[in-house]
Every structure is written in C-alpha cells, then in structure tokens.
C-alpha cells in the first residue's frame, strides 16, 4: 500500500510528484523517493522518513528534469531504509522502478540474477523488478517490460522510467490499484485520483493485467500480453478542495466528529414510510434477497468488526444464518459457497486485496455478492452485483472511525431491509426501528459534546502497557473494535474478550491495577455482565464500566462510569463505540503519539 | 468451580474432610476452610491461600467432632481473603454454608437482609446464604433450606450443617455438580467422586433442583419443592489410585507426555478397515448424522480451540457448513436451529456450566446434540444425544494438553466418519486419512523427544511481557491455542492472530526485538505465510518459525526454527501443538511460576 506518481510534460517533475505524493501520503509514510530524467541520466533521491525529509534532501540538492517518479512507501520487504527506499535501479541506473505490492517469487528471481553477477543494495522484492528488466533488456522499453512481467508473481502497481526511451513512462498493474492522468502536452500516472486532481480531471483506470504506455502527448493503453485495450476515459467531478482537519487537531477528531452527519447521509432517502426502502440501489438483488439462505460477510479489520456486528443483526431481524470470515483467512478455506449464498464484502477503500480477492471468489463459485464500500468507482463498487455506499466521506486518518460506523448503519438498513422483504419483522416492529435508528445522529452528538469523564480515564490509563476489554453479546464485538483503536494508535497491548470467556484463561493476566473497560448495554446479559465484572474486580482490576444512561447499579460495582443514551439494544453498538473511538485518541495525545499516522500501519491495505 | 465436602458419621471429621478437600484441590485452591459441630457449636477454621495454610492453622489449632463440612475455593464474589473464605455462618452461627456457584440476586438479597439488620462479615453471595437461613429458620433445617433456595437466583452446590439438628446435614443442587457417597454408617457429600473414593464406591449423582438429607444411617434424596426422589445408586468401578505425577516435576509435563498414549486410546477401537467405524457409539445419531445440512460446534476456552478446527474440518471433508461459538455467547444470541442442525459441544469435565447450558437450548430446540467430553457419567455424558468420548484419563493441570489434543481425534474420527456416511471422500482418500492418523501418536512423542530447542527459545522470552504468535488457515486456530497456553501459566500478555490481519491494526505493536512466533505449516498459504513473517521482521521482531521436517526455505526468513514431522495438513495441528505446550510449560518454569496452579484460574468452570 505504497503511493505511486509519474510525470511525463512540460514542467519540472520534482515538484508535481512530490505535491502528487503528499495527497498520497495516507497511503504509506515510513520513506520517500524520487527519479528524475536528466541529460542522459535518471538522478534518484530518496530517505527514511516521512515526506518532509525528502523534501529536505532536495531542497539541498534539487532535481532537474521534466519526467519523473516518485513513491511514498509503506514497508513490506525490507525495513524502512534510504536502500529499501523506491524508486529503485538496476546497475547501470537503465531503469528506474516504483512498485507498489508484493513479488511473491523474489527470491527465486533474485538468486537466479545474483548468480548471473548481479548485485543488489537493498531487501526489497522492488529492486529485484530493476536487474529483472536490465537483465532482458532488449532495447526497446516496453517489449522489455512485458518480458519481465511475464516472469513475475504476485501484486503489483508498476511505474517505470527508463534511459533509453526518456521520452515514456511505463504503468503495469496487476491487483494494485493505478490510474492515469491525461493533461495537455503533459500526462500521469498515480495510485490515486487526488495526486493528480490539481492537474487534471481526465482520468484512465487501469484493470489487471493492463499497461499503459504514456507520452507527453499521448496515451496508449495494452495488456501486458501485447492486446490494445479501449477503455473510455473517466471524467473525475469531485470537491478538489483537499480533505482538511478543520479546526480539529488531527483528521481522526475531525472524523470522528464527522460521524452524526456520517451517519445522517448514510441514512438519507433509504427510510421511507416508516421502514426501510433499498428498493431502487438493490434492485439487481432483488429476487435473490427473498431466496438466499446464507450469507457470508468477509472484511479485513474494522470492517471484519463491522461484519460480526452483522451477523448478531441479520440472524435477529432476518432469521438467515450467517457467518463472518476475515478475508485474509475466507479465501484459502474454500468455503462452501452456493447459488443461494450471498457474500457481503465490508471494505472502506473498496481497494482492500484481501477483500476484493474473496469477492472474485465468490463470484466465481456463483454466489452473489453485495458489496458495502465508501468509495465511488473502487474495484468493489465496480465488480459487486450490488453495492450499498456508505456516504462517510474521504476518511484520512489510519485508525477508521467514521468507516466502521457508516457501515453500522449500512448492515443495519439491509438487515430490516431484508426483514420487510422476508416478512420475519412486523410493520409496528420496522416502524419501531426506523425511529430509534433515526435518533442516533443526534445521540452520537451528545456522546461528543461531554467528553471529559473519557478525557480523565484516557489521562489515568496512559502510562499502562496492558490493558483489557470484556463484554457479552453485541458489547463483545464492540470491544473487539475498541480495542483495535486503542492498539493502532496508543500502542496498548490490549485485547478484548466475550466476558464469559474470561475463567477460561485469561484471567490468568489479570493483576492489581489493570485497567479493564467493560461493557454492560445488553438488558439481556446484564446480570451475566456484572458477574463477570466483579470477578476482574476480585483479582484487583481497575474498571470502567460503560452503560446506559440510567442504569444506577452499574456503578456500584465498577470504579468509574460513562454512560451512553438508550435505543434499541441492536443499535448501541453505534452508540458505545464513540466514547472508545474518543478514548483511543486521547490516550494516544496523552502518550504523545502521532495520532493520525500510527508506526507500522497505512490506511488502505491493497496488498496481502 | 469450588470443591465441597461434608462428613456424617463416627470417626472425627477433619481429617476425612482435609483427605477429600485434597483430592478437589484442582477445582480451585485460592482459600479454604472447615466447620465441624461439636457440644452445639458449628466451629469454623478457615483462611486464604492453598490447602496447606489450612492445614497448618488445624495443627495449632485443631477441630473436634464428627459431623462437618468443608471448602476449597476459586474466588467469584470477593476477593480471595480470610473473611471471603467458606464455611460462612450466621450472625448467631446457627448454620454453615458452604457453596460452589454464583447467587445472581444476592445483592438484593443482602440490601434486604441489611435493612433488617443483619450485618455482615465477607463480600461474598455465600454469606447471604447464612443469614437468609437465619431469617426464614422454623426450627427445621429441611424446611428452612427449603425456604432459603425458593428465595435464591443462580446456580448452586451448596452443603449445610445446622446447630438445631446436628445429626443432618443437607445438600442441594441446581447447576452445580454434587454427588452424595453412601457408607456404612457415614454418609459423604462431595463435588466430586475422587474426593470420597477411599471411603466408599456407592453414590448418589444429584440433578438440578434436587437436594439430599443425610445423616449416619441414612439418606434421603428429594427435590427442593418437597417431592421424594427415587434414585439408582451409582456403583463406581473408577481405579482409586490418585493420578500421580509419574516421575514430571508438574502434572502438565506428565500430561503433555501422556498425549501418545491419550491419542492412541482414543483412536481404539475407532478405526477398522482402513476406514473409522462409529456406528456403534453413534447409533443414536446415524440417521440424523446423514441428514444434517448444519453442524454447530459450542465450547469454551481450550476446547473452543478444538471447535474451530472442527469447522474447518468437517467443511474440508464432509462440506457441511459450521459455525463455531463460544457457549457464553451462543446461550444469549438467540442461535438458528432447526430439527437438521446438529449441536457439538465439547468439555473435558463435562460440567462447564456454559457448555450445558448451551447443549439444553439446543435439545429443547428441537436440535440433537452430540457431546465430546473426557469424563464418563458427566452432566454432557448424560444429557447428549449421543457421546464421543476422548480417553485422555484425568487431567489435573489447570492448562490443558492432552484433553485438547483427543479432543481432536475426536474431532477428525467424527469428520471422517461424516465423510463415509455421506460419501463426501472417497476409499483411497479415507485409507490415506487412516493411515496419517495412525500415525500420529508416535509423531508426537518424536516432538516430545527432542525438546531442546524448544527449552532454548522458552529461556529467551522469559524476560519478555508481551508476545505475539501468527497463523493461517488451520494455523491460526493452533496459535490461538498456544497463546491461551502460554498466558494462563505464564501470565506473558500474548495474542494470536490471522497472520493476514496484522496488517489490520496489530503490527502497530511490534517493535524492536518482540517475539513472533510464527507457524507455517500449512502448504496452502505457505507463500503467504512467508511474506507475512516478513512483515514483522521488517518492524524488528524476533521470529521463531514453526514448519515441516525438510522445509529449508523457512529458516531464510527467521531468526530461529522449529520443525514438526509432515502428515496431512489437516491433521498438523496435533503435531503444531505440542511444541506450543513444551513452549508454555517451560517459559512458566523459567519465569518461576506454579506451572500447575496458575493464578485466578481453575480445572473445571462450573459456573457462568
């Protein structure tokens, strides 16, 4: 999940593509680098680092030249380095390569070059792509790169300038995303739409197994086999107005701000009459949402979080077993899947590999697949039967939190959706639902606007290594979520278990003064939940318990207390992960970390 | 999970009380306490900490008598201390209680006994048991006991001595196991068989809402509502010898030895014709076992483990769908089942209160239920449909091993034989399955044979808090398993995780020099197995590779290597394990920790 740019034109490539990698910088932050085309030579500048010590170095030491390209990398083979760094090139510096994804035969490929005499200065399977190519070098760039493509395995976003042909730059994809840009006597290449927004609004998508070769004045677009493809150009018309923090301090606050109005547009045209109308966006479904007797939801991450939120609601309200895989794990099990299977894939990017291979899967054995995703046109808009949007808008920030409660309210609309189409929720019970779950937006606001008992207990947890979450029911797959937050940006060693589970083994962990935060929103395993509470208590937890406004009992047995407003047990989930959203951001401040770029993480995991 | 025993007849009590507290110490051990009547006083000793801080209080200070009863406890409400310890009595001491379960409504109990008056010494429910007994007492203790029970929510074992009528004690049950042991004038009450086994093979298993009065010559069995019960007294044929560390410093190492034999038991009998027969266990089931379209497998902890290779399985060979629950959770997520839905629960002792509960829902939903447990006569013995029993003989650690690895067996015994009524796989397939799995029990006593390795790596993470472990596929589910290990006896803070997902969140913990420990033993997902260690390797982790016996690749990509003899894929997780045993096992006795009676922790999780 690195960010790729390439300029091709009239003007000095240095500072476009770093302009083009820093609206790319979500992507991946852990080093920089650029090759530009000089007099002959492609001059490379790269570091460890974020972006800004790049641009230190060239400010240094600028690059002169108008074709270029440029990576902002998120590491995968080799650890953050200036070697490890893109673009990379062979030894007599012919070619110059920036690659996002995995080459999962490097090795194999890199012995048979080393034995050939080639040496390498870095770890990376990227390198490897560079002596590839000067090893078949047959003069002519693009019959070189399809020779070397033909020997590779794996995922690959590829953006390749080469000595010999300067006035060209080669793009290759294969399960990595990449578009180009078409300028006027100038042209781009990116991993995304917003490095080149500035520049252009014209815009090819490249599909698997597709090249394009680019031109200052021309475009010209192949499969890597050497067929010409046809491919009608997208007209981009988004807000180019870059997404900003506004006013907050990190994109995460700003987001998870965000969320009431999230959660409103989410929500908006789909309630109709006091129910639940998907009529018109499922519409391709339709016949199948009455005959499915399974479904599969299959995420990565928070959107996995998403998905075991899912299963609890769909088998409530709709009576239709359903299981929940990480997709990681959903593709190589060889799941049972059938004509009256529907795979529900969760992915935030719509770019997720994992999540986008098990959808292809699934299509394959003949299921159908909805697809729930919050980018417009992302591959699995493009290649689901039918896709429910969650309109959260562009999420920047690492740790997801507007993502995960959109698609809360994306799982909930299809879930009375199908209990109306079903008939297994009566008229009083959806009218009953359509209320409460309209109420939410304004209930997360008030969740948001007294932040200061979660800005206390984020301050008295900060300096602890460890820390447990527990809950029963749907609080146990809110917990999972927490947690997730809590570790990606404060670096907590935390887990989250089903409270029942706790004797089993865990409690093992539990000494004098672990923080443990627990659930207890669920009437139905209330008594259960505090049971299980007093026991983290017996062995000296220190405890937050987490209930619903009025619930003067729950204090009696925890040391401190947040509380949550009332709606239908189903839908706290939404509720009870907002004061643990806000409570990993502020323990992660309070530790003094970098909250929206967390170590070790990038945002849209487009490799496995 | 506490242990009970009481004592009527001729000879002193204490001693008869220790002998049988002793063999129940595996049921929890963080306090104990005796109360024997003498001259119309109930005299209590008691204290926190192991069976032999009782018993050095007794020496100072010794009980006279022959009536009493007696505690050994694993705390639920309150912490381990003195005044939380059993027996507890009333304010006059005219009853003592002892009590294994949980009162859900003691709260309310108490605030009602408080405004009356009574005061109390101990946070526990227990307490409130005594004092209840002592408002509603009518100079009967039958019927005062009576009252008492119709006023308590919970699930109980509880055993009653009275200074009104000393010649009695009582016993009463609802979801917490008591037998009664009838002697020759002196009768027993105990939680369990081995605690009176020395003195008499007869008894009385007592069902749910069932009590027992007896006295030197007598005992009466009724239901706590006052109706007589008419039961077959149970001769049993158990050998008395107490299962005995065998030469192993600790029970565990005994019994991740005994797994050879345990497997080898277990396989007996099962396997004929190069094929696996049940049909004579299962016959219960064989018309079922062919119509079944959905397989649920209910556990907790350690055999939740088992239940997750299960479902991979059962779908891999039989291509039934599965679903996997934790019983805490299945009991109150309102679960589908349907008439052709088979229930699997799985429990060494056959009493994990969840796990029952789990097995009625699913009977009185119409479902059959098939039970895998390690002890005959148990509650899910009893209560299934039909039994797989795993013949792994006592287990005695806290940490499970070898009931873990039969669990298993059980496991692949039932699937293949799933794929012999069904047709699902073919002969050849079968007989090479056979003869894989035969071949197990001297496979794993080769990993059993060469330790060393294991021995070197558990000394280098002895210092380490954090640890984590990664998986695919079946891989996943073993890791899960060794962190569960390796946590409750080291109490090192591990997790497992699908190897796919780390990208997810996780990896923001790794730093510099936390141990992985990565199993690659699965040939589907080997590549990506391979580049997911590689992953961590670039965030600075210390690996430890698990693989195949010859794979050479492996040890390129991490710093240490354990390798496991080859079988089919399915069956590598018995193979993965037991390295993972040997590894907790020995980090526990590097650490300095009481590998066999873990902190917070007991055998047999009795209550919810």
Redesign the interface.
Known sequence: ?CGIVGYIGPKQAQNILLEGLRKLEYRGYDSAGLAVYQDGRLNVRKTKGALSALEGRLNGSPLSGEVGVGHTRW??????SDENSHPHVDQQRRFSVVHNG?I?NY?ELKEELAEKGYSFTSETDTEVIAHLMADLDDGDVVSTVRKAVRRMKGAYALAIASVSEPDKLVAVRLASPLIVGVGEGENFIASDIPAILQHTRNVYVLEDGEMAVITRDGVELSTTGGQPVNREMLRVTWDAVTAEKGGYDHFMLKEIHEQPKAIRDTLAGRLKDDSVDLSWELSGLSDDLKQID?IHFVA???A?HAGLIGK?VV??VA???V?VD????YR?????LTPSTLVVVISQSGETA?TLAALREAKKAGSKVLGITNVVGSSVAREADEVLMTWAGPEIAVASTKAYTTQLIAIYLFSLYLARLRGTWSEEELKRATAAISALPEQVQRILDAPEAIQRFARSIAEH??LFFIG??LD?AVVKEGS?KL???S?I?S?AY????L?????????DGVPVIALATQP??Y??MV?NI??V????ARVLGLGLEGDT?LA?SVDETITIPETLPLFTPVLAVTPLQLLAYYTSIARGLDVDK?????KS?T??
């Open positions: 999940m590491a995968t083979h080799g650890k953050p995995i999962e090795m399974k990565c991450g928070t996995y609890s088998e409530k009576r239709i077993p299981e990480v997709a990681s794990e190589y099990r060889d799941p049972i994992d290594e460890d029963r029911g146990h997730l570790k990606e940006i670096y060693h887990d089903a409270a029942g589970e004797k089993h083994g865990t409690l093992a962990l539990i000494e139905s395993v008594e259960k049971s007093i026991e208590k017996a062995r000296g009992e009696k967390p170590r070790n993480l990038a995991v490799v496995e």
